[in-house]
């Protein structure tokens, strides 16, 4: 919660954990693999234009 507190910017934690914790786990999990991906999109963006 706290690595998401900082990717979001959030100045402090309860807001994070107020707006987050209630997630349910698949929730989490599908929201953590849209995050990856994206990210990961992004990688793919960054080698392809250092090739």
């Known amino acids: 919660m706290k690595q998401i507190q900082v990717w979001l910017g959030h100045s402090n934690y309860n807001t994070t954990a107020n707006i987050y914790a209630h997630l ?7 929201s953590a693999n849209a ?9 793919i963006k960054n080698v392809l234009a250092t090739a």
């Open 24 to 30: 349910d786990s698949n929730s989490m999990n599908e």
């Open 35 to 43: 995050i990856s991906n994206v990210l990961y999109i992004d990688k």
